[in-house]
């Protein structure tokens, strides 16, 4: 099975959610607005070629005769299928609402630099940014890495259940995202959240994994993603 | 089998979405933070008592030995074991990727008074809620609401599969939700979806559903609920 990911091209985005899960896999994919005339594909897509699904926005995912949206259910969708999730009930579960909630993190991290229209250019809403950043930076990172630091505690070397799962993929996602954007405000937050500092380091460190991000396939981060550096947002 | 739903006592808000598809289904639960020392048993989980899963913030659910949280995960949860979802993987898929958008859509209602800061009162945010407000009603509305829509255009007279679904409750939910925030924004919105406006009303002719909302169980939005009025939020 080839599996079709659809994704804005420049970004790692939501998208790299899903790709760490397919590059951790080994799994045959398809990044299809990465290639030759895949944006048109992709708009196609979201023009309602699919009979399945009208997807609302990218990413979105073909697996043979099935298609689905929105990241968290993607990670999971690929993690069972690809051996990256636990097999039973309440570690489904469990891993799915760890999932969603960093999918809200994550929401939360775009609207630090687009706080009241995605219409708009960031530089328009500059003042607004400032304000929603801060709130970010002294409340919301605090709250969602304490969450993820004793979920750790309480479940051991890894988010759910006994084996990394795409969670564990997402969490250091979240990690390094958010160390490029604030790396300020996260050189006082990750001192009370070492077991998350250490997953995000062996996670980086698996074979697969690992060779992905050293590749050209990795696409940097930078300032159109989701996750931007602007440094009037993480003054020091 | 007993459900325990545990949500904020006062308000509608998230936790309206999983009590539709219980009250929808028969099914006997308790809203346990409406009962007598609910909002110390709520607390008590939030602070770690469930082994299971430390969830991040209200609506969780506990269905006997399993635990769960984000809104629409508890639906769908619900959905497939109360008969109120698609039957086949890609039903359930693309019932999940509707609710998870649907969800995205509340997050965005919340962000309309609450732009800046949840720790903050709205009256200390007015200024960028009249900008997320604007922006909200002018393109994300007409987007959202396009949106499903056209998925009930092309899908029938349900959002999904062939029989009601807990989509189509979060579906109807969301649509009153806006009503009573958005009155002014939603008439000119609604004008355009004819098929969401028919759906509303056959899910609350529903028996038990209507009956529900009849009844002192339903609580009447207000303005601590995510669903708020403020006029001048949506001018005429």
């Known amino acids: 099975m080839k599996y079709e990911l659809y994704y804005w091209p420049g970004i790692q985005g939501r998208g790299e959610f899903a790709r760490l899960v397919l590059e951790d ?41 099935v298609v689905l949206a929105q990241t968290a259910l993607i990670t999971s969708f690929l993690g069972e299928r690809l051996g990256l999730a636990p097999k039973d009930e309440q570690g489904k579960l ?21 706080p009241t229209s995605v219409e708009v250019r960031y530089e328009d809403q500059k003042a607004a940014a400032k304000e929603r950043a801060a709130a970010f930076r002294e409340n919301r990172i605090p709250k969602f890495l304490g969450w993820l630091e004793s979920t750790l505690e309480r479940n051991g070397d890894v988010m759910v259940g006994e084996n990394v799962s795409y969670v564990d993929l997402s969490t250091f996602q979240v990690v390094v995202g958010l160390e490029y954007a604030f790396p300020h405000a996260m050189n006082k937050v990750t001192k009370d959240t070492p077991k998350l500092l250490a997953l995000r380091d062996r996670i980086a460190k698996r074979p697969k994994l690992g060779a992905y991000l050293a590749s050209k396939r990795r696409i940097p981060f930078n300032q159109q993603g989701i996750f931007r550096h602007y440094k009037e947002l993480d003054p020091a």
Do not use: N, W
Not at 31 to 37: I, K, L
């Open 25 to 65: 896999a080994g799994a045959e994919y398809v990044d299809v607005a990465r290639e030759p005339g895949g944006m048109k594909k992709m708009e196609a897509a979201l023009e309602g070629e699919f009979k399945q699904l009208l997807p609302f926005a990218p990413p979105f995912l073909r697996a043979g005769d």
């Open 94 to 114: 469990a891993a799915m609402t760890i999932a969603m909630t960093i999918a809200d993190l994550v929401g939360e991290v775009h609207d630090t630099h687009h």
